[in-house]
């Protein structure tokens, strides 16, 4: 069983994954991402390629707000358990290397340009219920 840490990478991983579809640096998380799952077997790489471009299509073809919610979950939950897996089945020394390549690969996704990036101000903000987002969320509470 994987600690919580390795628990919130692959699911960073995922987030990741979904947030580059369809960014400038979509290519190099594709690639990143099919070397690190396919663990160095050309097969598996491009088996990896194939799922990662199935990614980027279904995050593209998705209608409504609701809908792009609805597929943005489904898709980096996929990503998620499969990061998860490959954590899970590494021995420690692998699974160190693993984590880090992952973790650069979650910075890579968070590359994109400032146009794409969304700025919430909360200043004065009261919530009441639960606060749900997707993606890397940057929140500063001024007083």
């Known amino acids: 069983m994987l600690v919580e840490a390795l628990v919130a990478l692959a699911t960073a991983g995922g987030g990741a994954v979904v947030q580059a579809a369809g960014t400038d640096a979509w290519n190099g998380l594709r690639s990143g991402v099919a070397r690190l799952v396919g ?56 699974r160190e290397r693993i984590a880090a390549a ?4 979650i910075a890579q996704a968070g590359t ?6 969304v700025h919430n101000d909360f200043r004065q903000a009261t919530f009441h219920g639960p606060v749900q987002g997707s993606g890397t969320q940057n929140n500063h509470f001024h007083q």
């Open 39 to 94: 663990r160095g077997n050309a097969e598996r790489e491009q088996v990896e390629l194939e799922r990662l471009d199935r990614t980027r299509a279904t995050v593209e073809a998705a209608g409504d707000e609701e809908d792009r919610e609805r597929v943005h979950v489904a898709q980096a939950a996929m990503w998620q358990t499969r990061f998860e897996t490959l954590l899970e089945e590494a021995a420690e020394p692998e």
């Open 102 to 105: 992952l973790e650069t690969l």
């Open 112 to 117: 994109a340009p400032e146009a794409e990036r």
